[in-house]
């Protein structure tokens, strides 16, 4: 039985090969196009087969192995940097004509979703690749990952300083935050970031009454709890201390507990999104709060 990861079915006329190539687009397709017209017609269609990928794919361990690693890290920005340039609105705009909506259903329709990976790879191994990126992300920002790559010493102090990084730019709003704003305005109609429903102290908390997102004239709010902001129990025990608040678990779930209360002394309902069941199981979570936000408030 041949191996699925060996191989991609051109999208366009159904034949199978390792990977698409200029020449078959051009000379024995049905119809002639170049690569770059190939991935923005079809954005789920994958060009080179997994195994092949892990062979030769461009990444800056494998340009350090084959040019050195001062030559490699060198070409991997090169490579970056044009990376960057090519996946840009203007650039694509200039060069494809695209409009901002176009560019933006193109963006969409390439990030590491649940459905896109199903698209590409099919129900099982779609599935199962979204369910590696996942445990993939998860370890990548924990402390035995920092550990394994850089030593422990050094390691713990570099998840620190990440954690830092982290918790300062979630003091606003972290990107995976501002994504699911995005995809939540889409299907909750006037949804809007960052409501304030009044302001209040205890200890040194403060402003109990500001929510990521949230409709004041349904009296609906919704948190989205980052892992380690909000010390998930799933992942922190009750003592454990967060390296930026200097706070203990017990005292961030007591805070996250009292502010749920004093929104709904104030009239409002709270739904809570955490960031591993977002990671986890995105679409769930987005029926559960469809159905949630649009039940009358009794």
């Known amino acids: 039985m041949t191996d699925p990861n060996s191989q991609v079915t051109c999208a366009q006329c159904g034949k199978i090969y390792k990977r698409i190539t200029p020449t078959h687009l051009k000379n024995s397709c049905t119809e002639s196009i170049t690569i770059a017209e190939y991935t923005i017609r079809y954005p789920n269609a994958p060009i080179v087969s997994e195994n092949l990928k892990s062979l030769c794919g461009v990444t800056e361990a494998n340009m350090c192995e084959k040019y050195g690693e001062e030559e490699g890290k060198i070409r991997w920005k090169s490579y970056c940097d044009l990376q960057a340039e090519t996946n840009s609105f203007e650039y694509k705009a200039e060069k494809y004509g695209m409009t901002m909506m176009e560019f933006n259903e193109y963006n969409k329709s390439r990030s590491v979703t649940l459905e896109n990976l199903i698209s590409r790879h099919?129900?099982?191994?779609?599935?199962?690749?979204?369910?590696?990126?996942?445990?993939?992300?998860?370890?990548?920002?924990?402390?035995?990952?920092?550990?394994?790559?850089?030593?422990?010493?050094a390691g713990t102090e570099k998840y620190n300083e990440f954690c830092k990084k982290r918790a300062f730019a979630e003091k606003s709003q972290s990107q995976i935050q501002k994504d699911a704003y995005i995809e939540l305005s889409e299907v909750l109609d006037g949804l809007t970031q960052e409501v304030r429903i009044d302001t209040m102290e205890e200890d040194d908390f403060s402003m109990f009454g500001s929510f990521d997102y949230g409709n004041r004239k349904r009296k609906k709010l919704i948190e989205f709890n980052g892992t380690y902001w909000h010390a998930d129990h799933r992942e922190y025990d009750i003592d454990w201390v967060n390296p930026t608040s200097k706070k203990r678990a017990i005292d961030i779930w007591r805070h996250d507990l009292l502010k749920e209360?004093?929104?709904?002394?104030?009239?409002?309902?709270?739904?809570?999104?955490?960031?591993?069941?977002?990671?986890?199981?995105?679409?769930?979570?987005?029926?559960?709060?469809k159905e949630w936000y649009y039940a009358t408030n009794e």
């Open 122 to 153: 099919g129900k099982k191994i779609g599935t199962q690749k979204w369910n590696d990126y996942c445990d993939r992300q998860r370890y990548t920002t924990s402390l035995p990952y920092f550990i394994e790559e850089y030593g422990e010493e």
């Open 261 to 289: 209360d004093y929104a709904k002394s104030a009239g409002y309902e709270v739904f809570v999104i955490w960031e591993a069941d977002w990671y986890n199981d995105k679409n769930s979570i987005i029926n559960n709060i």
